[in-house]
């Protein structure tokens, strides 16, 4: 049987490297974009393996970052994949009545917009493929929710009514579409021993029950600690 692979967008940040642990886990390879070879190092560093690792170059903050990614597979320069996890934000916190305009479309460009390229650049490759397994998972924090973050909380509201379109649009096809929902705060490894913050070790399980259990599908899978990680807590996102 051939090995799947999982092509991560956003690899090198906590959740990231969250995500290539469940995917090594599970017995699968990954495909991890960074954005340079300081930033790869840094990403084995705190994965703890270069094994079954492929780190394209790409800056998945441009239109065609993830596509020329994506492009190379279908070339035969790269290996292909049957997964996709889009994890690309970041954390602004700025009021919304303060934020420059600038700094408002950065955080849209990153935040939304990177993740949105990811699903463009993916999907229609996952489709061609037709594998019966395949994947696509977006991780969408709590400040949409909470309204906390100002123009944060915006972008992950985006991201969730984007799951919920991307569901919608899936339905009838061979990928399975779910949002990985966040609650709680997850940190490099070496970081959380220090904080008390979840680690992303831990929290790759919540991407191994996603990738091992196929009635996870159209679904928000929630994690607000540590007890929701052995047992997931996962409900429809459609009525």
């Keep these: ?81 049957q997964h996709v996890y889009a994890t690309v934000g970041k954390w602004l916190g700025t009021p919304m009545h303060e934020i420059d305009m600038a700094s408002f479309r950065d955080e849209m460009n990153v935040a939304f917009e990177a993740n949105f390229f990811a699903y463009r650049a993916t999907i229609p490759y996952l489709l061609q493929q037709n594998n019966p397994n395949s994947t696509f998972t977006v991780c969408v924090g709590a400040a949409a929710q909470y309204g906390a973050g100002g123009v944060t909380a915006i972008t992950q509201g985006a991201l969730s009514a984007m799951v919920n379109a991307a569901i919608r649009e899936n339905q009838k096809t061979n990928i399975r579409i779910n949002e990985a929902y966040l609650a709680a705060r997850v940190e490099y490894d070496s970081d959380a021993e220090k904080s008390g913050a979840m680690k992303a070790s831990e929290y790759s399980r919540c991407y191994e029950n996603i990738l091992s259990k196929p009635e996870i599908d159209g679904c928000a899978v929630k994690v607000s600690g540590k007890q929701d990680l052995d047992e997931p807590k996962y409900e429809k996102k459609l009525g």
């Design 1 to 81: 049987m051939a090995i799947e692979r999982v092509l991560i967008v956003g690899a090198t940040g906590n959740i990231g490297v969250a995500a290539t642990i469940a995917a090594l886990r599970t017995k699968r390879e990954v495909l991890a974009i960074v954005r340079n070879k300081q930033s790869a190092e840094k990403y084995f560093k705190h994965v703890g393996t270069r094994d079954g690792i492929t780190t394209p170059e790409a800056d998945v903050t441009f239109e065609n970052g993830v596509q020329s990614v994506v492009d190379e597979v279908k070339a035969g320069k790269l290996p292909s994949f």
